[in-house]
């Protein structure tokens, strides 16, 4: 069977729930789960802009009509929200999690960091990740089986000047998902962690408050991955024989090495 082919059949027929699908990585990977599977999957997808979600659902839903999108409003941040979701779900057997939703807010140093973005940052990447995840393992134990995938970033392996929060958002996301891990060893729920380094979506744009010329200048002289190059691990991962575990990733563009060391070309 064809790297391709066998992909498809285990991906066949899941169901599987995304937040933060309505950019970036997100965004991408649900697209290349429907391509991957042959279209035969449902799709969950979540985020705050629910609009953007329908827009993507009706362009999925047109290119792969054997699959089934559900835009569902979710802000991660909002743990009361969480609540509701998970009560309302359309389709409760989830077979794999994507907790993809995640932002940072800012490059301020120690001293001078808003409280408001340290609350936003940690509530969305850390405490929202956390409180989803828990909602949904039941889930994942009842059946036995299943995939969690969290996007951690360098960040949480390398802090660096200027990300004080963010990195210590990814480093709390590394600490649960290996926790997580080792106390699911017992069932073939499979826990899955990627971590990029310099992607760009609008990341950077949600970093500098919508400064698209502050985002841009952070790509410059450099050559950064895109959305489907993360999008490409995580599908691989989910789509190894159900044995395999791509427990852990860096994924780097070729000009970088680690948080702070890039090549740039002058
Ligand atoms: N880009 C990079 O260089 C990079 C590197 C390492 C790790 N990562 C991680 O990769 C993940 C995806 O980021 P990205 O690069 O694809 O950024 P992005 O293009 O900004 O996408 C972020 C997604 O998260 C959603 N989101 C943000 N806050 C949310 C909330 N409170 N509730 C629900 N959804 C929320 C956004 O949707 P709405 O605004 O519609 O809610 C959007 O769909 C994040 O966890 C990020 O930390 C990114």
Same mark, same amino acid.
């Given at each position: 069977? /064809?790297?391709? /082919?066998?992909? &498809?059949?285990?991906? /066949? ?6 937040? =933060?699908a309505?950019? =970036? ?11 991957a ?15 953007v ?10 290119? @792969?009509?054997k699959?089934?999108? @559900? ?21 409760? !057997?989830? !077979?794999?999690l #994507? ?42 134990? &009842?059946?036995?089986?299943?995939d969690?995938?969290?996007? =951690?970033?360098? &960040? ?14 990814k ?13 699911l ?6 826990v ?5 380094g310099? #992607?760009?979506?609008?990341?950077s744009v ?7 010329s502050? &985002? !841009? ?24 024989r159900?044995?395999?575990?791509i ?20």
């Amino acid at each position: 069977m /064809s790297l391709g /082919s066998a992909a &498809a059949s285990r991906l /066949s027929g899941k169901t599987i729930l995304i937040t =933060g699908a309505s950019s =970036g990585i997100g965004k991408a990977t649900a697209y290349l789960f429907a391509e991957a599977s042959g279209g035969e999957v449902t799709l969950i997808l979540t985020a705050r802009r629910v609009s953007v979600l329908d827009s993507i659902k009706t362009d999925l839903e047109a290119k @792969y009509p054997k699959t089934k999108v @559900y835009p569902i409003g979710l802000d991660v941040s909002k743990l009361d929200a969480i609540d509701k979701f998970v009560a309302e779900l359309p389709v409760k !057997d989830i !077979d794999v999690l #994507v907790n993809n939703a995640g932002m940072v807010h800012g490059t301020e140093q120690v001293g001078e960091i808003l409280q408001s973005d340290i609350d936003i940052m940690f509530q969305t990447n850390v405490f929202g990740l956390i409180a989803l995840t828990q909602k949904l393992l039941p889930i994942f134990k &009842a059946r036995g089986k299943g995939d969690i995938v969290n996007l =951690g970033s360098i &960040a949480g392996r390398e802090p660096y000047p200027g990300g004080a929060i963010y990195c210590a958002t990814k480093a709390a996301v590394k600490s649960f998902t290996e926790t997580m891990r080792k106390e699911l060893i017992s069932t073939r729920i499979r826990v899955i962690e990627v971590d990029p380094g310099q #992607v760009e979506t609008e990341f950077s744009v949600v970093r500098f408050r919508g400064d698209k010329s502050k &985002a !841009d200048a952070v790509y410059k002289g450099v050559d950064p991955l895109v959305a489907e190059d993360i999008a490409e691990i995580i599908v691989f991962a989910v789509s190894r024989r159900e044995n395999t575990i791509i427990a852990d990733t860096l994924v780097f563009p070729n000009h970088q090495a680690s948080a702070m060391i890039m090549h740039r070309k002058s």
